[in-house]
């Protein structure tokens, strides 16, 4: 397992560097990852190179037995870039330019910035190439963040495009519904930057969501020609991040690699993140941040989270805090004096834990019978057609995610077109688009015997972001054996429930949003229990195939959801973990061999859980039948995997 920390040589002194090596060394760091925002030091003037201080970093680091993923750099460039070629910078939808003494100002289609930056991109591969203490290679950071633009070679490029896709203006005014407001479009030529239009907003987020992967295909396939054999990664940002479709992004590198700042992204994100691929390396993971108040401890316990969701990777950002810049109070393991903390020895308990199990844990995986699917293109149209904040997809991911870990060990999150069939349950909060490829698998995976859960705005629009002609959810009405005739929302809505189907749901509340269901070939599970919508559905089953589709036409409050998914999970067959308490998180990865459960106790006072026979500690062998973890601490269990 890769275990380190996030590494700027060029920020300290070089004198400093075999102290920062040597206790990296003693608190267990393997790797470090280096040079995302190194071109200033790379080429201090045009066409000065040195890479030569950041080579004795790599031959030092690795004199220490630590290994470097080296970032290529081109995004953040130096100011001399910017005073020779202004054209390099970026344009916001107001028609501004970007600030150039920040990072990520530059617009990637400019083709002053697309030569710059390969140049010096080509440079560093070439020169490190070989280099046997590079064990990867990171496009970049963050990729797409801050990349917008608006001016007008990006418009132009974003015209190409669209004639590319629709061939002539015609088929983009029927594609578009462009009749709205005057909006046809005789020329490519005449298309503008969007702003209000809810097509339009749409296409553009495509078309910058495919320059951002773009770019990163073009580095990758820079390392994979100059350097073969060295895996490529890039690290996506938070959850909250809607720039880059990020499963189309994991395509074109070898291992996806996340940020994982718990404090402020959900748990979702791990699985999110590891999507189809089943792998992730997270390469920001958090230490402390200045406006969260870390729990002693937490830093360790949030990356075994990491861990256990299936992370083949954890690099702590940052080794040490900044003396200076716009992160001068940030992030950072070390304060900004460099001595050990606290932040440091959790740093070393887990590197000594990972140097003990780091090998087990690698031969491991998560194993679900449970996906979660969020489309990146659910949560643009949803959110280019202005629609209630209260109800985009991610919200809802995250509340169903939450109160699925509470029954299961471990889940999946995918694009809702990956292969679906080796799921028992797939739930899929507001599928607000829904397209043909959409539509079939989710109906190859349920007749072929799949319990499918839709919420409250499924398969409202078209790949296009235009609302279907037939009524919702579209493409889905059949398979879900209903139609929906309106999807009313109101902030501090409350809708009592009632059910004779579903245990403890009776007397709970849906809240915020109703869909109008009219049940054709489906069964109603649950009613509203008052106000007008008095015995109207709430809740719909559809037996289809060997499948089963369950619509749910409101938002459900904590303990609506929580009857609704032990009903959900007995009727899919899906399997249940331990029951704790919420600050007892529990995980399971497996293999052919071995089966292991992390358990985490994020409470004051230990807690006690009874697991059964066949359990030992991972790390003292000692067998377990009732394992007590202590407060704001970890067990790591394994087991056989034959024994049941």
């Known amino acids: 397992?890769?275990?380190?920390?996030?590494?700027?040589?060029?920020?300290?002194?070089?004198?400093?560097?075999?102290?920062?090596?040597?206790?990296?060394?003693?608190?267990?760091?393997?790797?470090?990852?280096?040079?995302?925002?190194?071109?200033?030091?790379?080429?201090?003037?045009?066409?000065?190179?040195?890479f030569s201080w950041m080579a004795r970093a790599i031959e030092l680091l690795g004199d220490y037995g630590i290994r470097t993923i080296l970032c290529t750099c081109s995004r953040t460039p130096p100011p001399w870039v910017h005073h020779a070629y202004p054209d390099?910078?970026?344009?916001?939808?107001?028609?501004?330019?970007?600030?150039?003494?920040?990072?990520?100002?530059?617009?990637?289609?400019?083709?002053?910035?697309?030569?710059?930056?390969?140049?010096?991109?080509?440079?560093?591969?070439?020169h490190f190439a070989g280099n046997d203490n590079i064990v990867?290679?990171?496009?970049?950071?963050?990729?797409?963040?801050?990349?917008?633009?608006?001016?007008?070679?990006?418009?132009?490029?974003?015209?190409?495009?669209?004639?590319?896709?629709?061939?002539?203006?015609?088929?983009?005014?029927?594609?578009?519904?462009a009749s709205f407001w005057s909006f046809s479009l005789h020329d490519f030529d005449a298309v503008p930057v969007p702003f209000t239009q809810p097509q339009l907003l749409l296409a553009y987020r495509r078309f910058m969501s495919q320059t951002n992967i773009d770019f990163t295909r073009q580095r990758a396939d820079l390392v994979h020609a100059l350097d073969p054999g060295k895996p490529v990664t890039t690290n996506f940002q938070s959850m909250q991040a809607v720039h880059t479709d990020y499963h189309r992004m994991a395509e074109v590198i070898d291992v996806s690699g996340m940020n994982h700042y718990p404090?402020?992204?959900?748990?979702?994100?791990?699985?999110?993140?590891?999507?189809?691929?089943?792998?992730?390396?997270?390469?920001?993971?958090?230490t402390r941040l200045q406006p969260v108040d870390t729990p002693a401890g937490w830093m360790r316990l949030w990356a075994w989270m990491a861990v256990a969701h299936g992370a083949e990777a954890v690099i702590f950002f940052r080794w040490r805090q900044c003396r200076w810049g716009q992160e001068q109070h940030a992030d950072g393991l070390l304060p900004h004096a460099g001595q050990e903390n606290r932040f440091y020895r959790d740093l070393a308990r887990m590197g000594a834990e990972i140097r003990q199990v780091g090998n087990l844990i690698d031969t491991t995986a998560p194993d679900s019978q449970v996906a979660l699917i969020l489309s990146y293109e659910s949560r643009w149209s949803m959110e280019a057609g202005r629609f209630d904040q209260a109800l985009f997809p991610l919200t809802e991911a995250v509340a169903y995610h939450r109160a699925l870990a509470r029954r299961v060990s471990a889940i999946d999150a995918l694009d809702p077109r990956e292969n679906l069939a080796r799921?028992?349950?797939?739930?899929?909060?507001?599928?607000?688009?829904?397209?043909?490829?959409?539509?079939?698998?989710?109906?190859?995976?349920?007749?072929?015997?799949?319990?499918?859960?839709?919420?409250?705005?499924?398969?409202?629009?078209?790949?296009?972001?235009?609302?279907?002609?037939?009524?919702?959810?579209?493409?889905?009405?059949?398979?879900?054996?209903?139609?929906?005739s309106d999807l009313a929302t109101q902030e501090g809505m409350r809708l009592s429930l009632q059910s004779k189907h579903i245990d403890g749901l009776t007397s709970t509340f849906g809240h915020t949003a109703a869909d109008e269901l009219h049940p054709e070939a489906a069964e109603i599970v649950a009613t509203y229990a008052d106000g007008w919508r008095r015995t109207m559905p709430a809740i719909t089953r559809h037996r289809i195939g060997a499948g089963q589709v369950i619509y749910v036409g409101t938002l459900l409050e904590p303990e609506a959801l929580s009857a609704f998914l032990d009903w959900l999970c007995d009727i899919s067959g899906v399997g249940r973990r331990p029951a704790t308490k919420e600050t007892l998180s529990v995980y399971e990865h497996q293999s052919d061999k071995v089966h292991l459960r992390f358990l985490i106790n994020w409470d004051a006072a230990d807690q006690a859980l009874e697991v059964g026979g066949g359990w030992q500690d991972a790390f003292t062998g000692e067998k377990e039948t009732v394992v007590v973890v202590s407060a704001n601490d970890l067990r790591l269990l394994v087991r056989d995997t034959d024994v049941s």
């Open 1 to 50: 397992m890769k275990y380190g920390v996030q590494y700027y040589p060029e920020q300290w002194p070089e004198a400093r560097w075999h102290i920062d090596a040597e206790m990296m060394q003693r608190a267990g760091v393997n790797v470090v990852r280096m040079g995302e925002f190194a071109w200033g030091a790379y080429e201090p003037q045009e066409g000065h190179l040195d």
């Open 88 to 126: 390099v910078v970026g344009m916001d939808a107001d028609g501004q330019a970007y600030a150039r003494d920040g990072r990520y100002s530059v617009g990637l289609l400019h083709p002053r910035f697309a030569q710059l930056s390969k140049r010096i991109d080509e440079a560093v591969v070439r």
């Open 136 to 177: 990867a290679w990171q496009v970049d950071n963050e990729v797409g963040g801050h990349n917008d633009c608006y001016c007008e070679v990006c418009r132009q490029a974003f015209a190409a495009h669209l004639k590319e896709i629709y061939d002539k203006p015609a088929a983009l005014n029927v594609a578009w519904g």
């Open 263 to 286: 404090s402020r992204s959900p748990e979702l994100a791990v699985d999110y993140y590891r999507g189809a691929r089943g792998k992730v390396w997270v390469l920001e993971q958090h």
């Open 423 to 484: 799921y028992r349950l797939v739930v899929a909060p507001r599928l607000w688009m829904v397209d043909g490829a959409i539509a079939e698998n989710l109906r190859r995976y349920v007749t072929s015997g799949g319990t499918l859960c839709l919420t409250p705005g499924s398969g409202v629009v078209d790949a296009h972001g235009k609302s279907f002609a037939e009524p919702r959810p579209g493409h889905l009405s059949d398979l879900a054996g209903l139609t929906v």
